[in-house]
């Protein structure tokens, strides 16, 4: 039998400790009418999400954009979210009781996200889930972000744990990939898109009311290995950024 001590969890930010998809979503659509460009945000986040802004605004500009250019974009679009989603911040459903019972059990526990430092700390202080976290990784500890696996892989050697006994928390298609690359495990929350278009997760949760630390170890009991990354995804030109 699987032992929490054993296994550490990282955890996504975005889509996973808060539902603020629809917030993001919402700050790219401003941008992009500020530039006239006709983008759908949020079909463009469902395949894209969990890559840095920068990476995901090189996918929308038809013309080369300069990287100081891109950043300024970035820039523009975070400032837009935070002032879209500062009274929304909330946690998603169960994770200050999931996160703490699974410290409780043994595991450890990781944040890995594409996220810069300040963004990091505008969610995980707001709602005081810092001291939850053993190790944090953000943008600013890696060369390249999802759908690379370096943001996994890090998270995995800060927490000092072989990546076949991590587990990712993810909400992305891309984060999944990420996770598969990085040899984990995956389980997706349903947050920002539909079950269905994940590959292959050992389990798919609205929130954390639905899981617990034992349900955990028993799905790394039912799933042995992590799945290969899916080929056609991880073919598309944007995993190459």
């Given at each position: 039998?699987?032992?929490?001590?054993?296994?550490?969890?990282?955890f996504?930010m975005?889509?996973?400790?808060?539902?603020?998809?629809?917030?993001?979503?919402r700050?790219?659509?401003?941008l992009?009418?500020?530039?006239?460009?006709?983008?759908?945000?949020?079909?463009?986040l469902?395949?894209?999400?969990?890559?840095?802004?920068?990476?995901?605004?090189?996918?929308?500009?038809?013309?080369?954009?300069?990287?100081?250019?891109l950043?300024?974009?970035?820039?523009?679009?975070?400032?837009?979210?935070?002032?879209?989603?500062?009274n929304k911040?909330?946690?998603?459903?169960?994770?200050?009781?999931?996160?703490?019972?699974a410290?409780?059990?043994?595991?450890k526990?990781?944040?890995?996200?594409?996220s810069?430092?300040?963004t990091?700390?505008?969610?995980?202080?707001?709602l005081?889930?810092?001291?939850?976290?053993?190790?944090?990784?953000?943008?600013?500890?890696?060369?390249r972000?999802?759908?690379?696996?370096?943001?996994?892989?890090?998270?995995?050697k800060?927490?000092g744990?072989?990546?076949e006994?991590c587990?990712?928390?993810?909400?992305?298609?891309?984060?999944?990939?990420?996770?598969?690359?990085?040899?984990?495990?995956?389980?997706?929350?349903?947050t920002?898109?539909?079950?269905?278009?994940f590959?292959?997760?050992m389990?798919?949760?609205?929130?954390?009311?639905?899981?617990?630390?034992?349900?955990?170890?028993?799905?790394?009991?039912?799933?042995?290995?992590a799945p290969?990354?899916?080929k056609?995804?991880?073919?598309?030109?944007y995993?190459?950024?």
């Amino acid at each position: 039998m699987a032992t929490a001590s054993n296994y550490a969890l990282i955890f996504d930010m975005d889509g996973v400790l808060i539902d603020n998809t629809a917030y993001q979503a919402r700050a790219f659509q401003l941008l992009f009418r500020e530039h006239g460009l006709t983008t759908n945000a949020r079909r463009l986040l469902e395949r894209l999400n969990g890559m840095p802004a920068t990476n995901i605004l090189k996918t929308v500009f038809r013309h080369p954009v300069p990287e100081k250019e891109l950043k300024q974009y970035a820039d523009q679009r975070e400032f837009l979210y935070r002032v879209l989603y500062w009274n929304k911040r909330r946690e998603v459903a169960g994770l200050t009781n999931f996160l703490t019972a699974a410290r409780t059990a043994g595991f450890k526990i990781g944040l890995g996200t594409a996220s810069p430092p300040e963004t990091i700390g505008y969610i995980i202080d707001h709602l005081n889930l810092r001291h939850l976290f053993d190790t944090i990784t953000g943008k600013a500890d890696v060369e390249r972000g999802k759908p690379h696996a370096d943001t996994f892989t890090t998270a995995a050697k800060q927490l000092g744990t072989p990546p076949e006994r991590c587990v990712v928390f993810e909400d992305a298609v891309l984060g999944e990939q990420s996770a598969y690359k990085a040899g984990m495990r995956c389980i997706c929350l349903s947050t920002s898109v539909k079950p269905d278009k994940f590959q292959n997760p050992m389990k798919i949760i609205k929130d954390f009311t639905e899981i617990a630390p034992q349900d955990v170890l028993e799905l790394l009991e039912q799933h042995l290995t992590a799945p290969k990354p899916d080929k056609q995804i991880a073919q598309r030109k944007y995993a190459k950024l």
